[in-house]
């Protein structure tokens, strides 16, 4: 079974530039999570998407930031314009919701983002 | 608002030594709860979930246990190698089913 998958790797902008990054959950899993994990820190939930329906976006910056998933599927994370404290790793994660509620998460490898 | 504490921050111990890393938090309504393994510059590798119903997880050397009405979980590692030198990460599912983080325990196990 294929992971989760992210890209790109890395990307190093200068502030007030805009960038995208992509990902493609596993097979199935309904839900679509992007994590925010700054250096030191513990990753930070921006938004939750089940299948193409946003659940929870109370922690990401709108007036910057902006995600979509269409078709329920693949997913993108937009940041416009960029600020010196974005420079952090944005962690997408897929589950599948079963039955009795176990959600095991599991987690793309990350987009290391440096904004100079 | 769910907070996650996890102690020692960084963690350093001789090959062979059996370990403990601590994981707190501070509402007891969860669902499951979930340790993680980073290496540097890598994703997150999950390692143990325990559900809300169980009291502990064992998987290998690693053993991982729940007391949700002390809002607590330790998880142990015996006969540590310096392979397990990784950040571990604790985090809890909450009511929407994202999941909160602790901030890491670095461990570094020296041959």
Redo the contacts between chains.
Sequence with gaps: EAG?AQSPRYKIIEKRQSVAFWCNPISGHA?L?W?QQIL??????LI?FQNNGV??DSQLPKDRFSAERLKGVDSTLKIQPAKLEDSAVY?C?S?S?LA???????????T?LTVL | KQEVTQIPAALSVPEGENLVLNCSFTDSAIYNLQWFRQDPGKGLTSLLLIQSSQREQTSGRLNASLDKSSGRSTLYIAASQPGDSATYLCAVHTGRRALTFGSGTRLQVQP
Excluded: C
Aim: cysteine-free; aromatic content about 14%; overall charge neutral.
């Design positions: 989760v839900t999570y994590y030191g820190q513990g990753p930070k939930l939750q659940v929870d962690l994660a589950s919701l009795g509620g176990l959600n095991e998460q599991f987690f793309g490898p990350g290391r």
